[in-house]
């Protein structure tokens, strides 16, 4: 069991103490690996002084800031909510706020801290500090913002300002109640007589063709994005290495411009040797994720 003050520690800063494999078995972390984990993230637990100090200064940096350094809102009909955290000394002020908005628009406006609801509270150093919900106006837009809390002259906060949306976009089509309708595939399963042993973007493009003329409305695909092109057996698409690239294994080849004006690559592909490594690869019942991958790299 780890010691209970280095687990706060450890849990204040998003590190999980336990875990349950496979088999249902529990693993609970050692002091020497919260230890290690904490330091890497540079938070101070080589001994109990150091635990407590960076307790202190995590309760310290969780209660003073009057606001978050970043703050996600929801922009709902009633405004946009946003916690303040304000001493109770000061909660019969007026205060200020201001949202200078991503299009160059400032919007602004005063509150009492008192008159706002209550979240929770705390004491940091002899001061007691109350969190409360502060709502801004409906009417500011969506997307990445400023927003700053002054007391007079002086500024007590800023924040990154993030309005989301309440939820997704509808299409119109499924607002007004209307289905739709299309197929959904796994891209690596689907094959044809010209693939290099997987299906790719070509082969999509061509599933969506023969969907639109029976009247389809989409074609739901599996995620796309990149894997690990050094190790191209783990092709779970569910553990990408990154979501802000695609997976270079889904390109058609023969179908990149570069391709066509390189007569050394088209060479390769003609050969003999490689066109039966590719009538391997097309007749396998599995995909051979090494081989696709060796062939396209």
Sequence with gaps: MADPRLAELA??????????DIAGRQHVA??????????AMHVEAADAAAVE????AHERA??????????VAWRAAHGTEVRVRIPDAAGARTLSWRVDDEQGAAHD???VPNELPVLEWGTVDGLKVIARRLVLPATLPLGYHRLTVGDGGATVGMADLIVAPERCFVPPVLASGERIWGPAVQLYSVRSARDWGMGDLTD???VAEQWARRGADLVGVNPLHALHPERPANASPYSPSSRLFRNAMYLDV???EDYAECE????LVRAASFQAELARLRESDLVDYPGVAAAKG
């Design 30 to 39: 050692s002091d020497s690996t919260l230890r290690a984990l904490l330091a």
């Design 204 to 206: 999509l493009a061509a």
């Design 11 to 20: 849990a204040r800063h998003g590190v999980s103490l336990d875990y349950y």
């Design 62 to 71: 969780r209660w003073l800031p009057c606001l978050a350094s970043a703050v």
């Design 109 to 111: 406006g005063t509150f």
């Design 264 to 267: 050394e690559a088209q060479a």
């Design 53 to 56: 100090r960076s307790i202190a």
């Design 254 to 256: 023969e179908a990149i």
